[in-house]
């Protein structure tokens, strides 16, 4: 039996969680007709602090079904913290998570779990067919996304969707190891390169209708912040590059300098031109040499206290079987 956990950070969704709910339980109810080895488990509200009457709604809705689970923060921590919170309490083979204001369709997740299991991917993101916000933020996320996939190495960054479909073990290691300041995306390329796409209908109809989202743009520039300082290590290697590269010139430089005094070259002819030289360029390449093992060293340490594991396990042994389950759409004998 493939089981599967949902779940949904909460910050202003009294609005939408009564629907939303009422969708993944027709999930729920479809899958139990049409599969009887993959279930939708359990879905996980997590209460990020909510500045509605989501607590109220949640309330009720835990009442009224028992595979709503309730996760109560103690104040509103953000997105990744409250996600990783219910990836915490999950139990399922896999993970989904989804927004709560139905920009994500629960129906959706279905296909990202073929998606999973066909490629033995251990994470698929939904990729936005057309515009989510129809707005500047579609174009500036899209933008920082590029610009720091660029600068880290990392291509995986265009990927980074809060709509994900994640192998359980590979999704709750990665929680359990996100910090304060931890991009949870970014967590999860620490124990697994299996990243796949899945193109989906995805809008925003909360900002479209009214210009308003669940996040103001101080709390965008808060994501973009924490996205920045979780990959800060891979951008500490473009230090270590420049080093190198400083390093290099400098001999390059000195040896310029013997050789032109050598030479006789008339720019060089100025007294104490040539010695002052070589002193700043053969100094100037030590420290920086320095710097580079003090830079490797501070990563190293950064890794480490992030949680980087040195190797993670995985099973994928069952995704061939799911994915005959889920391509049949009919009960197994």
């Avoid at 028992?66 to 896999?94: C, E, M, R, Y």
């Avoid at 959706?108 to 998606?115: P, V």
């Avoid at 050598?262 to 060089?268: M, Q």
Wanted: aromatic share 8%; with cysteine; net charge neutral.
């Amino acid at each position: 039996m493939t089981n599967v956990s949902v779940v949904v950070p909460v910050y202003s969704g009294e609005d939408y969680l009564q629907e939303l709910t009422a969708r993944l339980g027709a999930v729920r109810e479809s899958w139990i007709a049409r599969y009887e080895a993959v279930r939708l488990l359990e879905v996980i509200f997590v209460d990020d602090g909510s500045v509605d009457g989501s607590s109220e709604m949640l309330t009720v809705l835990a009442a009224r079904h028992d595979w709503v689970q309730v996760v109560t923060l103690s104040k509103n921590f953000g997105q990744h913290p409250a996600t990783s919170a219910g990836i915490l309490h999950s139990s399922g083979d896999w993970v989904a998570t989804i927004d709560e204001d139905l920009q994500h369709g629960p129906e959706d997740i279905e296909t990202m779990l073929l998606a999973a299991a066909t490629t033995n991917a251990d994470v698929v993101y939904g990729e936005s067919i057309g515009p989510i916000h129809g707005s500047w933020r579609d174009s500036m996320s899209r933008f920082y996304k590029r610009l720091l996939a660029t600068v880290t190495g990392n291509p995986v960054i265009m990927q980074f969707s809060s709509f994900r479909v994640c192998r359980g073990p590979v999704a709750r290691a990665a929680a359990s190891v996100s910090g304060h300041e931890t991009y949870l995306d970014v967590a999860l390329t620490w124990f697994t390169d299996r990243f796949v796409s899945q193109r989906l209908e995805m809008v925003d109809g909360r900002y479209r209708a009214a210009g308003r989202s669940g996040y103001s743009f101080f709390k965008l520039l808060g994501h973009a912040r924490r996205l920045l300082i979780s990959s800060h290590t891979r951008i500490g290697r473009l230090g270590v590059a420049i080093g190198v590269a400083a390093v290099m010139f400098a001999l390059i430089m000195t040896t310029r300098v013997m050789v032109g005094r050598l030479r006789g070259l008339e720019e060089l002819y100025v007294p104490g031109y040539a010695s002052l030289m070589v002193a700043i360029l053969v100094f100037g390449g030590i420290l920086a040499l320095l710097l580079i093992g003090v830079t490797e060293y501070l990563l190293n340490i950064a890794l480490h206290t992030q949680g980087k594991p040195t190797y993670f396990a995985v099973d994928r042994s069952a995704d061939e079987r799911l994915a005959k389950d889920l391509q049949a759409g009919v009960r197994l004998n």
